[in-house]
């Protein structure tokens, strides 16, 4: 059964065929309304879907088969080559797909090699990040401890390190420098610069310990980083100007946080989606430098939100993906 649509004034929904879990949205203005949405299905097989507004509705505009549930999708940046067409998946590996004549082609699959050698089973990435300063590098986190930073031009791996004493869960450029942060089950904040990887700083430790699964980092101002902790409610701001210890917390009916992700256009402004099924907007500027349990928009999805999106070419809509559909909104 094909998926389905629907659509409301300032609103359109995508009913999908399959489980679905990853989602991304074109950072480009050329396809600023087209998605990409991946299945979570308990087998190899899985896919994932190409979606574009068309006359008002949702549409699936092609298909590919995926190798396992992609842990995430991510469209190349807006400064990019091709960034509208060019979508990379994270399973064990990392993936390169192009999106062109109504088809979604492989064009590159790259395994950690340096752990190939040493297992035939490769560690699954669960999450990976494109600079938007240098197009052509992304680094991906791995539940193997490492992060991996991967040169695209050459498909070659740049360079690798042991970034957290337990699993690194989720990883994010700067938008203006060459730094990147990680987050792990060790429930620590860390920065890297990629000018010298002997060194990171800690920014921030969970307490009491509990492993931290999200961050994001601000696209305007990039001394705010936030991060979700594992079954705890809410958000955690840090400013890494000050470190181990907490800016601010966001916390809206004790809700646990699935996807966090800062507003392209605005400094302030912070996307959730969350266990019991709402997607939030904070305007952080409200919540400095105490708690916040008051959002500016709190919307109910009835049914859990695993991803929310805000896309920097179409900044006044977000994406919230549920299990079996994916809605747009005008905020």
Known sequence: MEGTTSSLSGRHDYDTKWPAYSCAWSATPEARFRLAVGSCIEEKRNF???????????ECVAEAEHPFPPTKLLWRPENGCDGGNLLASSTTTLNLWKVEDGQVKCV???ANTRAQKQSTNLPPLSSFDWSSINNNKLGASSVDTTCTIWNLEKQKIETQLIAHDKAVYDIAFSHVDSLFASVGADGSVRIFDLRNLDHSTIVYESSPPSPL???????????????????????????????SVALAGLNYRDSCVNSITWAPHSRNHLLCGTDDGFGIIWDIAEAIPSKLDTPCLAYECNSEVFQAQWPASQPDYVALGMAHQIRLLQV
Not at 48 to 53: A, D, G, P, S, T
Not at 227 to 237: E, F, I, K, Q, S
């Open 48 to 58: 994932i879907e190409i979606l574009e507004l068309n006359e008002g509705n949702l």
């Open 108 to 110: 590159a699959t790259m």
């Open 213 to 243: 699964l999200r961050l994001a980092w601000n696209k305007s101002n990039t001394n705010h980083i936030a991060t979700v902790a594992m079954d705890a409610p809410g958000v955690t701001l840090i400013d890494i100007r000050r470190p």
